[in-house]
């Protein structure tokens, strides 16, 4: 299996291309209606209303005239907008590379994943962006929110992937582990030395195909090492 291969993205809706640029207007802290309004690209009523909405899914406060986001509140706007019809590359590109990691964290969540955001290992140090656990097989995730990347770039990322997944399984007792990578910018699924790499917008699909490819993913345990 050399491309795991899914349907391209749909050209997006002008609805759904305001709920992409609204993702801009959530920062921590307060937002007026005017200034949601410039940043959406649209008149004060459709931004209010907006702001209503995504108050009545608890993303951030809203008053009336005022929104107040928090930590986290971008990442259930992104929800929102693919509930809307908004394409998850696209969405993503609103992301920072820590909300980023957020989104990936969510949609294993959303998938009956366990998750650990950010797992520190020691001795060397090594830290891992995404650990989503199910059915006794945890799933590393390394995400690469870059514009561009190189193939050499890629290759330095699966070398140094799985040896954070050999670390994982050296330090966790009974661990079979996967390393993947998940990007931003690139069209199709491929692999690197049997590491997954997968673009953001086919990411549900991967997982939902996840164990029935188990046997040509590379797969880490103490007695694969």
Known sequence: MQHLKFAKPEKKSLNQKIWLDALDGIISGGVSVEDFAVVVNSDKNTARRMLQEMSQNAIGKFDGQTAE?????????IVLALQKGAQIDEAAEH???KDFEGLAAVMLEMMGFAT???????????????????????????CKHWKRHSQSALQEAVRKQIERTKHYVAKTDG?????????????KASFIDKVPIVPIFQF?????EFYGNLGEIKTIGKERQ
């Open 69 to 77: 986001f928090e930590d986290g509140d971008k990442i259930k706007a």
């Open 116 to 142: 650990i955001r950010n797992l520190v290992l020691t001795k060397p140090r090594m830290e891992i962006d995404v650990v989503g656990i199910k059915l006794g097989v945890a799933m590393l995730i390394d």
């Open 175 to 187: 661990a079979v582990a996967v390393p993947v990578i998940v990007t931003l910018y690139q069209d």
């Open 204 to 208: 549900a699909a991967f997982v939902e």
């Open 95 to 97: 992301l920072d590379w």
